[in-house]
Each structure stands twice: as structure tokens, then as C-alpha cells.
Nanobody
Framework: QVQLVESGGGLVQAGGSLRLSCAASGGTFSSYTMAWFRQAPGKEREFVAHIWRGDSFTSYGSSVKGRFTISRDNAKNTVYLQMNRLNAEDTAVYYC????????????????WGQGTQVTVSS
């Protein structure tokens, strides 16, 4: 069983930056594709970014491409999400996910989830 714990969320002004972290335990981290999703109140969970287990391939949702960067440190069992040029539309609970079976942008295909971390961007 894999446990995921997110951290790094908080309140930031528009135009600012935050870095989220997701620490994994209980599994073989390097073998898992990892992803970040987000969910704003009243909206469906949205794909943000994913990184292949080999760290050689990443992809991003269209709303964050060019502003967010996903990375991983397999020695620390941690995946990161660097978020730059934040705006009010980025306000959401951000979730870390691991071990996809199928489409990496489909949140229903992931087996493990963290509890989420709130990101609030003030305009």
C-alpha cells in the first residue's frame, strides 16, 4: 500500500510562485508514474501534470503549460510541482496521485491518492 502526503500549499498573491511536494512511502516509488490533479469547488478534478516513472517524459494540462513544472527525486521518494505566475483560476485543492493504469490524464485511472493541499491565489 502506497501512502502519499502533499505539502507546500498556502495563500499566495497573483503572479507569485509555490512549490508543492508529495512524499511517498510504502511502495517502490521509482516504478510509479506520478501526477498532480486539482479540484476547485463545484468543479471536476482536473489533470495538471504527470511524470513518467523513468523521469524522461512529462505532460501538462493546457491551463498550466508553460507555468508549472513537475519533477521527481527518486532518491527522496518525492514528486514536486513548481507553480509560477499563479492566478486566481489556479485556486484549488491539489492532489498527488500514483500508479496509473491507462490514460495518465484520467483521474479515475490512478490507484493511490494523497489527502490534498489547498492552494489559494489572491487577486
Amino acid at each position: 500500500q502506497v501512502q502519499l502526503v502533499e505539502s507546500g500549499g498556502g495563500l499566495v498573491q497573483a503572479g507569485g510562485s509555490l512549490r508543492l511536494s508529495c512524499a511517498a512511502s510504502g511502495g517502490t516509488f521509482s516504478s510509479y508514474t506520478m501526477a498532480w490533479f486539482r479540484q476547485a469547488p463545484g468543479k471536476e478534478r482536473e489533470f495538471v501534470a504527470h511524470i513518467w516513472r523513468g523521469d524522461s517524459f512529462t505532460s501538462y494540462g493546457s491551463s498550466v503549460k508553460g507555468r508549472f513544472t513537475i519533477s521527481r527525486d527518486n532518491a527522496k521518494n518525492t514528486v514536486y510541482l513548481q507553480m509560477n505566475r499563479l492566478n486566481a483560476e489556479d485556486t484549488a485543492v491539489y492532489y498527488c496521485a500514483a500508479d496509473v493504469q491507462g490514460s495518465f490524464s484520467d483521474y479515475t485511472r490512478y490507484n493511490y491518492w494523497g489527502q490534498g493541499t489547498q492552494v489559494t491565489v489572491s487577486s
